[in-house]
């Protein structure tokens, strides 16, 4: 099984600050053949269900902020908030669908102000 | 617009048996592969099954292999699972979620506590 691993567990961020979150697989989650990195990113707000925000390592998903940014190849990926909203106050999770089952997620990244 | 609603969670015995429900409307249900994830109290995401979407294959997390059935009525729109056995460590927030890769679409979850 692939294994995601998320640093760090949590951070503070001032609000319009920039966010950082990464995210590294043991195993290379990238399609040589379709040039894709199969790894997603998905917030989840307190008392929320989880929100796809992030697919293909880099493609936002319908209605999501440009302000979230995805990054990376092969095993290591980054989330990036560039200017932290109030409402980006959340727990974020990488996952894979390079080699399933399963599909696997990080640990999660909780993000404060 | 896409709405999914699970069902059926509830307080029960370990070893005891629970089926939860997950209704879908607002897409083409049968067009659709369908999983559960699952949460552990202040724990992280757990993918727990998958079922393709005319049901003809399914496959499960080995923590629930042998244990948790994953079907579907495609004619009810309706999405189910099965957990025989339960155990503490069953005890989450259980989520129905849209896709076969990734899981585009979530219900709100049920909460499933296992205790005696």
């Known amino acids: 099984d692939i294994v995601m691993t998320q640093s760090p567990d949590s951070l503070a961020v001032s609000l319009g600050e920039r966010a950082t979150i990464n995210c590294k697989s043991s195993?290379?989650?990238?399609?040589?053949?379709?040039?894709?990195?199969?790894l997603a990113w998905y917030q989840q707000k307190p008392g929320q269900p989880p929100k796809l925000l992030i697919y293909w390592a880099s493609a936002r998903a319908s209605g999501v902020p440009d302000r979230f940014s995805g990054s990376g190849s092969g095993t290591d990926f980054t989330l990036t908030i560039s200017s932290l909203q109030a409402e980006d106050v959340a727990v974020y999770y990488c996952?894979?669908?390079?080699?399933?089952?399963?599909?696997?997620f990080g640990q999660g990244t909780k993000v404060e102000i | 617009q896409v709405q999914l609603v699970e069902s059926g969670g509830g307080v029960v015995q370990p070893g005891r048996s629970l089926r939860l429900s997950c209704a879908a409307s607002g897409f083409t249900f049968s067009g659709y592969g369908m999983h559960w994830v699952r949460q552990a109290p202040g724990k992280g995401l757990e993918w727990v099954a998958v079922i393709w979407h005319d049901g003809g294959n399914e496959y499960y997390a080995d923590s629930v292999k042998g244990r948790f059935t994953i079907s579907r009525d495609n004619f009810k729109n309706t999405l189910y699972l099965q957990m025989n056995t339960l155990r503490a460590e069953d005890t989450a927030v259980y989520y129905c979620?849209?896709?076969?890769?990734?899981?585009?679409?979530w219900g709100q979850g049920t909460l499933v506590t296992v205790s005696s």
């Open positions: 996952q894979q669908y390079h080699s399933t089952p399963p599909w696997t």
């Open positions: 979620a849209r896709g076969t890769s990734t899981f585009d679409y």
């Open positions: 195993q290379s989650v990238l399609y040589s053949s379709g040039n894709k990195n199969y």
